[in-house]
């Protein structure tokens, strides 16, 4: 719980760590490292539930990070002909490291190595805004918190942030598609889910205008690939 201030509007008493607590690689990965599980880590099963019945809709509805590099990776697809989208959409066999980023950060908390926040994208965006653009942004009117905010570093933090939010501008939601551990748990647990976007063969004349707003590079146009797919639903 916060308690950047004394006024409801600086945050006093919300509860701004719900989204952490609804990670369920947060769970996880504290899990492994601490064997055990704190109370609030306990919303993360309304995740997992989510992800059973409707797939990543997490991702592609809920993930604040994922909904920055959507916006980014709108900006830079403006003036895009169709097939240049088409080509930045098509699924790529790079998009499998991922699961070894999952791996490695996972194998690394139960050795008590590393901590899966490191690229856990919940973590990522509240430690970067927190430290960095809040920082930066509350510097010169201090109405957020009660002192001065200046964190060690914080521009590292930022830049590492800024870095990855604008690979999007080349590649629509790259750190979704390459490099997401939460999204590639979320993708191995979409595998089972209940209900899935699915092409209809019928109606199909293959204009390919799926393939231009896919957010997910899930081969929309062909077999989707359901560990990939967002359920941004755009290819509806």
């Not at 490191?118 to 920082?135: G, T």
């Not at 997910?216 to 989707?224: D, K, L, M, Q, V």
Request: overall charge positive; glycine content about 10%.
């Amino acid at each position: 719980v916060s308690s950047v201030g004394v006024a409801a509007w600086q945050l006093r008493g919300w509860p701004v760590d719900w989204f952490l607590q609804l990670d369920p690689l947060v769970a996880l990965g504290t899990a492994l490292s601490t064997w055990s599980l704190p109370g609030g880590l306990w919303w993360a099963l309304v995740t997992i539930t989510l992800t059973l019945v409707l797939g990543r809709v997490f991702c592609g509805w809920f993930c604040p990070f994922g909904t920055l590099q959507q916006i980014v990776g709108w900006w830079g697809n403006r003036g895009k002909r169709a097939a240049e989208r088409i080509a930045l959409n098509k699924y790529h066999p790079a998009q499998g490291i991922k699961y070894l980023v999952l791996a490695v950060l996972l194998g690394g908390a139960a050795a008590g190595l590393l901590q899966t926040g490191l690229l856990d994208p919940i973590p990522l965006a509240q430690r970067s805004i927190s430290l960095a653009a809040l920082a930066v942004l509350d510097a010169p009117v201090g109405a957020l918190a009660v002192a001065p905010r200046h964190y060690e570093d914080g521009a590292l933090i930022g830049a590492v942030f800024l870095v990855l939010l604008l690979l999007s501008f080349r590649v629509p939601r790259f750190f979704c598609r390459f490099l997401c551990p939460l999204g590639a748990l979320l993708g191995l647990l979409s595998r089972f889910s209940l209900w899935r976007i699915g092409k209809t063969r019928h109606p199909c004349i293959d204009c390919h205008l799926c393939d231009q707003h896919c957010e997910g590079a899930c081969t929309p146009s062909g077999e989707i690939r359901t560990g990939e797919c967002l359920m941004c639903m755009n290819c509806l």
